[in-house]
């Protein structure tokens, strides 16, 4: 198989409300946490990716605050919550070209200590923006764009709030043994019922946390992480695709990973079975249950049978996921969750995920980001990683 | 139980030239769509190019305003109100409000029709959808 490139060090910063540091300190730290744990310098980073929460235009402020001297390669693609997946695979690529040796990504905000009402509050993007004089009117938010898609499933497919509340209570079972986790608590599925309605169907219990804080990731060219002291943690796939509200012709039941997911198994010449463990983006219940039929784990519409009676909990059901508590219980730093997704398959590929939720010889992993709005417009990146 | 939709004040929307036909006719209580005249299909939101063939080959054509709800949401707080899908019998769905209603009856495939709301500061109004 063709040598691609490598996941070499990863770090999650472990803040959860960063009231005494400013976002551009947050990338910062956590860059170089991703370096320690790499093994690597300040200058060995000569590629940088960033997406929207980096301060500045673009990534240049943040290339400026850390001081980044070897730059030869630069992204910048803003795909919300899902740009850091996203990243991974244009690191690989842009690796297997040539640009670059060695990759950092990073990710940072502090939503929680500005006060900001994520997900029920309507926010605008800015003027100019075409779609948006056809939504704000009505007072769309992120919570009832997303509970849109929860009524059409469930509608369609005879999904039920009991089953997406399992997917709160497996991410609760592997929070509890997360130190830093927001909410450590294991809840059960009629705590999450009888939690209050935030936008029919969605429960309080069925929605992510707002967290500050962030993370990064380091990918390199075969040579230089063979050389690291590191677990080898290879991208053996990856894909990215987007999905738009088609002019009108909308369909809810599905997100872009339908795209993006058989785009990296492809690459990676294997099959959703093959995959020992998940990291799904979870900023609401309803996104993993429809990015966990995308992606083909289970049809299309069978996702509530597939998460129901603990489906998703390490070392009871078929499929572990989500092993640090997920947006749903751990932390969702700047409103964005896909770096934290890639962190947790890492270290389950490295078999360093928390001792109770770790999965026996994980060494096929995939990490799945959906960002912008499920409903609406968004992109979805996939990784798959292998331990070798 | 019923709980009736509270009856918000929508924000004006940001006009422009490229929507300026939409809200033209709102004004005058008309719901619009585009045409793309190189496929002859409906498309929403209306905008000056073809979603379908990036050509300016577009027209702006009333709709009847009536539909059906492809899918809803109750933005639960002290003043309730429903967000909604609505598929529109030219076929394209849109987002809007779905108001005059109790907001624990609602149901996808359940059949509306437009109505339009006044918006603050003079905006142009807004089509919402009330139980037909």
């Known amino acids: ?388 | 139980m019923a709980t009736m939709a509270f009856d918000r004040t929508p924000s004006a929307p940001q006009e422009s030239p490229d929507n300026k036909p939409y809200w033209d006719g709102a004004r005058e209580g008309k719901l619009i769509l585009g045409r793309c005249n190189d496929t002859s299909k409906f498309f929403h939101y209306p905008r000056h190019v073809s979603p379908f063939t990036l050509s300016n080959n577009v027209e702006f054509v009333q709709a009847k305003g009536t539909g059906t709800i492809y899918s809803w949401s109750v933005a639960r707080g002290k003043e309730p109100y429903a967000v909604a899908y609505v598929q529109l019998d030219e076929g394209p769905i849109m987002l809007t409000n779905i108001v005059n209603c109790d907001l624990d009856a609602l149901a996808c495939g359940q059949k509306v029709k437009v109505t339009f709301r006044a918006t603050e500061e003079n905006g142009a109004p807004v089509p919402m959808f009330e139980p037909a």
């Open chain 1, 1 to 388: 198989m063709t040598e691609t490139a490598y996941i070499v060090g990863a770090f999650e910063h472990p803040t959860r409300k960063a009231e005494t540091k400013s976002t551009a300190q947050l990338h910062a730290e956590v860059a170089y946490g991703a370096l320690q744990d790499a093994g690597l310098t300040h200058d060995d980073i000569d590629g940088y990716f960033c997406a929207g929460d980096a301060p500045g235009m673009g990534g240049l402020s943040m290339i400026d605050y850390m001081g980044l001297r070897k730059l030869r390669h630069y992204d910048t693609t803003e795909s919300g919550g899902s740009s850091y997946v996203i990243h991974v695979g244009h690191a690989v690529e842009a690796i297997m070209a040539g640009k670059c040796n060695v990759a950092l990504i990073t990710l940072a905000g502090r939503p929680r200590a500005e006060g900001m009402q994520t997900g029920t509050a309507v926010r605008s993007f800015g003027s100019g923006v075409p779609d948006e004089p056809f939504e704000l009117p009505y007072g769309r938010t992120i919570a009832t764009m997303h509970a849109m898609v929860a009524t059409r499933h469930m509608y369609q497919y005879g999904t039920t709030s009991e089953q997406l509340a399992w997917i709160k209570v497996a991410a609760s079972h592997h929070a509890q043994h997360n130190p830093h986790a927001m909410l450590p608590k294991v809840v059960t599925v009629e705590d999450v019922v009888n939690s209050p309605m935030v936008a029919d169907p969605l429960h309080r219990l069925d929605c992510c946390v707002i967290s500050d804080g962030g993370g990064a990731l380091i990918v390199a060219r075969p040579e230089i992480a063979k050389s690291l002291r590191r677990p080898l943690v290879k991208v053996r796939g990856w894909g990215e695709a987007y999905k738009h509200q088609s002019a009108g012709a909308i369909d809810l039941t599905y997100s872009a990973a339908a795209m993006s997911g058989p785009m990296a198994f492809e690459k990676a010449g294997v099959k959703p079975a093959d995959i020992k463990y998940a990291s799904i983006y979870d900023s609401f219940a309803i996104s993993v249950l429809v990015q966990l039929e995308d992606l083909g784990f289970c049809e299309k519409g069978q996702g509530g049978r597939f998460v129901q009676d603990g489906g998703l909990i390490s070392g009871v059901g078929k499929l572990p996921f989500n092993t640090d508590g997920g947006g749903l219980c751990n932390n969702h730093p700047s409103n964005r969750g896909g770096m934290t997704k890639v962190i947790e398959a890492v270290r389950q590929a490295r078999g360093e995920a928390h001792p109770k939720v770790q999965v026996p010889n994980a060494d096929l992993v995939l990490a799945n980001g959906k960002g912008g709005n499920l409903g609406t417009r968004h992109g979805c990146g996939t990784v798959i990683l292998e331990r070798v």
